[in-house]
């Protein structure tokens, strides 16, 4: 059974594509999920490193079967829109030249660009404890089984 703390995923504003919800945020908080219980994420403060994109890419082809269509951008920005349990689920660690600016930006074009705006995020500090302290299904399960468990594949659908 899933923890209370994180039934703040319930509430995700997800993007839609023909009509079908879009895999990407899930994707990317499995992605931080299996990082920090991997131990390469040991602190709220997430790095937005190669690593970390390299699982979100794994992820949404597991999911969807189409690596190509994958835009890691997206949920590292829009991310931010969401609430965690105790706060915002994702706070981007803007620039200090770009920080006043970052309200009234639009999404990066791509990761590269969202790099040059923030290479840091914070993630909310309780929904960090409890993925934290997940160490079954994640741990033991493959991302594919574990994905399949919280995410009906049938309501997904590739970008």
Known sequence: MMDETLSCLNTLRVGHSRGRLAPNKPCLLLAIICEIQSG????????????????????????????????????????????????????????????KLAPKLGQPKSIAALREIFTEALLDLKYFRVARRLTTPARSLSPTIFMTSFIDRRKFTAI
Do not use: C, M
């Not at 590292?76 to 030249?97: E, N, Q, R, V, Y």
């Open 40 to 99: 390469h994420i040991t602190t709220p403060t997430v790095a937005i490193d190669d690593r970390l994109i390299a699982r979100y890419f794994d992820l949404y082809e597991v999911i969807t079967g189409q690596r190509q269509s994958a835009n890691p951008q997206l949920p590292l920005w829009h991310l931010k829109s969401d609430k965690g349990p105790s706060g915002p689920l994702w706070k981007p660690l803007f620039t200090t030249s770009i920080a």
